[in-house]
């Protein structure tokens, strides 16, 4: 590899757009390998929504083995644009914010990094909450009595016990941030074994209760919602869900490739930790799920429910601190980190990392979590395929320019420098954003109900089943187009 840019050569420290958290990591900083890589994929991949993936493919109307390689083809394209992004964080050792200045103009990176962050706080609270009803669901085990905890009313709907716990998990999580990026290095470092492990236990269980993994896989049949369907029908808009799972990562990878010690160690390390753990991971909720047809005479499919029927003390805690850890490592690696970047792009000389992964925690409670998470049909339909035909946008602009026009060449100064050649805003990767998106705005707008289904015909609807990969592709090819001279003005930047 040929030495790369990493310091700046111009000071920019008194540049509003300069802070501490945002200046490039030099190379001498840049202590993860690929190890760290692939353990920071084990610690996110690892925790509930992963769990129960499969099992919801399965009620769509899969088998098994379809379900499988479904999240395997999923997360082997979403990790392209996750490997591609990471490359200019490595280079340069920048984060999002700052790389979607050279893509959207300094002040149009603002409002590009708010796009990816307040999706980030969505899933900030959606996480946390999981984590805090997991914690309860176990507790109640053992201390039954908590369920009587007074109500909060049906604005909230949830007793003081399940707030209790909720706002508990969500200190730790700010914790985390409070101790900084080398915590949240340790964090996943440790856990991904652990998590592993703990895994593989619940599967060991489930097998020798039953006593044959084929028995397992074979009831998995009785998960099916539907007797026939059209597998090509339900396999598009799940696919395009399981892109949407880790579109967020695939735009804020450089906010940890950045630390990388190369581009082989945050290639190989995605490689090795993404679609092996989600498969994995995703095997083991579809086995102990169908066991649980055999064991209790019902699906579980929740595992914070399954493990809730253990009433042993010892099992209870280590299940809780098992799936609190799951639930840790996912939010703050997967959520915390890029909002907290992104808030703090608004203004770096006043709001700090720290203070955007605290102002991340507050929007989390704000939106209203456990409410997402009570249809889960809006959970997969609106949720992940809405957002995802965002961030497919987003990446297919981002991969063009830094790939295609400017040949993976920046001028890192510049990046820091208000009325430099980045000013400002590139109205042509908006124009190429929001034009991306028009193709799937009607099947949108029949989802969430704002247009009846029956006036949308059925071509645009199906399309919006396909969102990530028609913003991706139009995205990139658009911008291509409305920037056919930007390759010589890039090359009068340096």
Same mark, same amino acid.
């Given at each position: 590899?040929?030495?790369e840019?990493?310091?700046l050569? #111009?000071?920019?420290?008194?540049?509003?757009?300069?802070?501490?958290?945002?200046?490039?990591?030099? %190379?001498?900083?840049?202590? =993860?390998?690929?190890?760290?890589?692939?353990?920071?994929?084990?610690?996110?991949?690892?925790q509930?929504? #992963?769990? +129960?993936?499969?099992?919801?493919?399965?009620?769509?109307?899969?088998?098994?083995?379809? @379900?499988?390689?479904?999240?395997?083809l999923?997360?082997?394209i979403?990790?392209?644009?996750?490997?591609?992004?990471?490359?200019?964080?490595?280079? &340069?050792?920048?984060?999002?914010?700052?790389?979607?200045?050279?893509?959207?103009?300094?002040?149009?990176?603002?409002?590009?990094? !708010?796009?990816?962050?307040?999706?980030?706080?969505?899933?900030?609270?959606?996480?946390?909450?999981?984590?805090?009803?997991?914690?309860?669901?176990?507790?109640l @085990?053992?201390?039954?009595?908590? *369920? $009587?905890s007074?109500?909060?009313?049906?604005?909230?709907?949830?007793?003081?016990?399940? *707030?209790?716990?909720?706002?508990?998990? =969500?200190?730790?999580?700010?914790?985390?941030?409070? %101790?900084?990026?080398?915590?949240?290095?340790?964090?996943?470092?440790?856990?991904?074994?652990? !998590?592993?492990?703990?895994?593989?236990?619940?599967?060991?269980?489930?097998?020798?209760?039953?006593? /044959?993994?084929?028995? +397992?896989?074979?009831?998995?049949?009785?998960?099916?919602?539907?007797?026939?369907?059209?597998? =090509?029908?339900?396999?598009?808009?799940?696919?395009?869900?399981m892109?949407?799972?880790?579109a #967020?990562?695939?735009?804020?990878?450089?906010?940890?490739?950045?630390?990388?010690?190369?581009?082989?160690?945050?290639?190989?390390?995605?490689?090795?930790?993404?679609?092996?753990?989600?498969?994995?991971?995703?095997?083991?909720?579809?086995?102990?799920?169908?066991?649980?047809?055999?064991?209790?005479?019902?699906?579980?499919?929740?595992?914070?429910?399954?493990?809730?029927?253990?009433?042993?003390?010892?099992?209870?805690?280590v299940? +809780?601190?098992?799936?609190?850890?799951?639930?840790?490592?996912?939010?703050?690696? *997967?959520?915390?980190? @890029?909002?907290?970047?992104?808030i703090?792009?608004?203004?770096?000389?006043?709001?700090?990392?720290?203070?955007?992964g605290y102002?991340?925690?507050?929007?989390?409670?704000?939106?209203?979590?456990w409410?997402?998470?009570?249809?889960? $049909?809006?959970?997969?339909? #609106? =949720?992940?395929?809405?957002?995802?035909?965002?961030?497919?946008?987003?990446?297919?602009?981002?991969?063009c320019?830094?790939?295609?026009?400017?040949?993976?060449?920046?001028?890192?100064?510049?990046?820091?420098?208000?009325?430099?050649?980045?000013?400002?805003?590139?109205?042509?990767?908006?124009?190429?954003?929001?034009?991306?998106?028009?193709?799937?705005?009607?099947?949108?707008?029949?989802?969430?109900?704002?247009? @009846?289904?029956?006036?949308?015909?059925?071509?645009w609807?199906?399309?919006? /089943?396909?969102?990530?990969?028609v913003?991706?592709?139009l995205?990139?090819?658009?911008?291509?187009?409305?920037?056919?001279?930007?390759?010589?003005?890039?090359?009068?930047? &340096?």
């Open positions: 590899m040929r030495n840019i990493i310091d050569k #111009t000071d920019v420290s008194a540049s509003p757009l300069f802070s501490p958290d945002f200046a490039p990591v030099p %190379r001498a900083a840049r202590s =993860w390998g690929t190890w760290n890589f692939a353990a920071i994929w084990i610690g996110m991949a690892v509930i929504p #992963t769990y +129960m993936l499969a099992s919801s493919l399965i009620q769509e109307g899969m088998n098994w083995w379809q @379900a499988m390689l479904t999240i395997l999923g997360n082997l979403v990790l392209i644009p996750m490997i591609l992004n990471a490359h200019p964080g490595t280079k &340069y050792g920048i984060p999002l914010p700052v790389l979607l200045r050279s893509v959207f103009g300094t002040q149009g990176a603002v409002l590009a990094a !708010l796009l990816r962050g307040l999706v980030g706080c969505g899933w900030f609270g959606i996480q946390t909450w999981i984590g805090g009803e997991a914690i309860y669901q176990l507790l @085990a053992v201390l039954p009595g908590m *369920a $009587q007074p109500y909060l009313g049906d604005f909230l709907g949830f007793n003081a016990a399940q *707030a209790s716990c909720f706002l508990l998990f =969500w200190g730790l999580n700010i914790w985390v941030i409070y %101790r900084g990026i080398d915590t949240i290095k340790r964090l996943e470092s440790w856990s991904a074994p652990i !998590l592993l492990f703990l895994g593989l236990g619940l599967l060991a269980w489930a097998w020798q209760k039953v006593g /044959s993994l084929g028995a +397992m896989l074979d009831a998995s049949t009785q998960l099916h919602k539907r007797e026939t369907v059209n597998f =090509w029908s339900i396999f598009w808009p799940n696919l395009t869900a892109v949407g799972f880790w #967020t990562l695939s735009l804020n990878i450089p906010d940890f490739a950045r630390f990388a010690k190369s581009q082989k160690a945050q290639a190989y390390g995605q490689l090795l930790g993404l679609p092996a753990t989600m498969v994995l991971f995703s095997f083991i909720g579809i086995a102990v799920t169908s066991a649980t047809i055999l064991l209790f005479g019902e699906p579980i499919w929740d595992p914070v429910l399954l493990l809730g029927r253990f009433t042993a003390p010892v099992v209870v805690v299940s +809780m601190l098992g799936l609190s850890l799951a639930t840790l490592s996912t939010n703050v690696a *997967a959520n915390i980190v @890029a909002s907290a970047n992104d703090a792009n608004i203004h770096p000389r006043r709001i700090s990392f720290r203070m955007g102002l991340t925690g507050l929007i989390g409670i704000l939106i209203f979590p409410k997402l998470l009570a249809d889960p $049909q809006g959970y997969i339909f #609106t =949720w992940l395929i809405g957002y995802s035909a965002l961030l497919g946008a987003l990446a297919g602009v981002m991969i320019d830094y790939f295609v026009i400017r040949k993976t060449q920046l001028n890192l100064p510049a990046l820091f420098q208000e009325n430099g050649p980045y000013r400002g805003w590139n109205v042509e990767a908006w124009i190429a954003l929001w034009l991306s998106l028009l193709p799937v705005l009607p099947g949108f707008l029949a989802q969430i109900g704002v247009l @009846a289904v029956g006036s949308v015909p059925a071509f609807q199906d399309l919006y /089943s396909y969102a990530w990969f913003t991706f592709s995205a990139f090819c658009i911008y291509g187009v409305l920037k056919p001279k930007m390759r010589e003005a890039a090359k009068k930047i &340096y």
